[in-house]
């Protein structure tokens, strides 16, 4: 059975940092998409970034580009996801999510993976 259980959320001030972590049991990843959702209040669930094809693809969403890192300790089977200079917007629950079946879907699809952990809050303060 995978689970994936997600920590590092929290209250910060704008322009602060967060490491968000998801840690994997009863999982290893094998190079199908394992990354990072969030969704706010009243919004659609969105893809913020992923890994997938080994360890040397790294995808994210343009509203986080330069300012969030995703990467992953396959030892631990532990994902992660540093968010530096956050902005208010950037508020929402955080969720891990994992692929283990090729789905033909695009890593920012909620469709493209079948295991999710239960989200961590992050809320950034202006």
């Known amino acids: 059975q995978v689970q994936l259980v997600e920590s590092g959320g929290g209250s910060v001030q704008a322009g602060g940092s967060l490491r968000l972590s998801c840690k994997a049991t009863?999982?290893?990843?094998?190079?199908?998409?394992w990354g990072w959702f969030r969704q706010a209040p009243g919004k659609e669930r969105e893809g913020v970034a992923a890994?997938?094809?080994?360890?040397?693809?790294?995808s994210y969403a343009d509203s986080v580009k330069g300012r969030f890192t995703i990467s992953s300790d396959i030892a631990k089977n532990t994902l992660y996801l540093q968010m530096n200079s956050l902005k208010p917007e950037d508020t929402a629950m955080y969720y891990c999510?994992?692929?283990?079946?090729?789905?033909?879907?695009?890593?920012?699809?909620?469709?493209?993976?079948?295991?999710w952990g239960q989200g961590t809050q992050v809320t950034v303060s202006s």
């Open positions: 999510a994992a692929q283990t079946v090729a789905r033909g879907a695009y890593w920012y699809t909620s469709g493209a993976y079948n295991y």
């Open positions: 009863g999982y290893t990843y094998t190079g199908y998409y």
């Open positions: 890994i997938y094809n080994g360890p040397g693809t790294f």
